[in-house]
């Protein structure tokens, strides 16, 4: 089913504790941000959670919200693949990522579109 990403954006707290919200543009593979956007990730510390957004649409018009944790310094990293699982279980999914050092568990559901090291 062909899909397209609509909108997505990064959010964490900033030193203050104020919730903030960067916007990025994804590409199949790529994630664009402004430079500015781009520094206020560089400045925070690299352990530091964020939140990573992604609404879906589908070609039949439903629209599917998808987000997960990622830790800020990954975003420097070689590569970072988000694996979304569906499981079909009241709108459950499964979010998990592949870095150069850090993999989430892959599960049975998930289709094993790249290999592991």
Do not use: C
Not at 31 to 40: D, P, R, T, Y
Request: hydrophobic residues 35%.
């Amino acid at each position: 089913m062909p899909y397209a990403v609509t909108k997505s954006y990064f959010e964490f707290e900033d030193s203050l504790e104020n919730l903030r919200r960067i916007d990025f543009d994804y590409y199949i593979g790529d994630i664009v941000l402004s430079a500015e956007n781009n520094k206020i990730l560089q400045n925070l510390k690299s352990e530091q959670s964020i939140e990573m957004h992604f609404t879906v649409e589908y070609s039949n018009g439903f629209i599917k919200r998808y987000y997960g944790e990622i830790a800020v310094g990954w975003l420097s990293y070689d590569f970072l693949v988000i694996r979304v699982t569906n499981l079909k279980k009241n709108g459950k999914y499964y979010f998990a990522y592949s870095t150069p050092g850090i993999i989430k568990a892959w599960i049975k559901k998930e289709y094993h579109m790249i290999e592991e090291p």
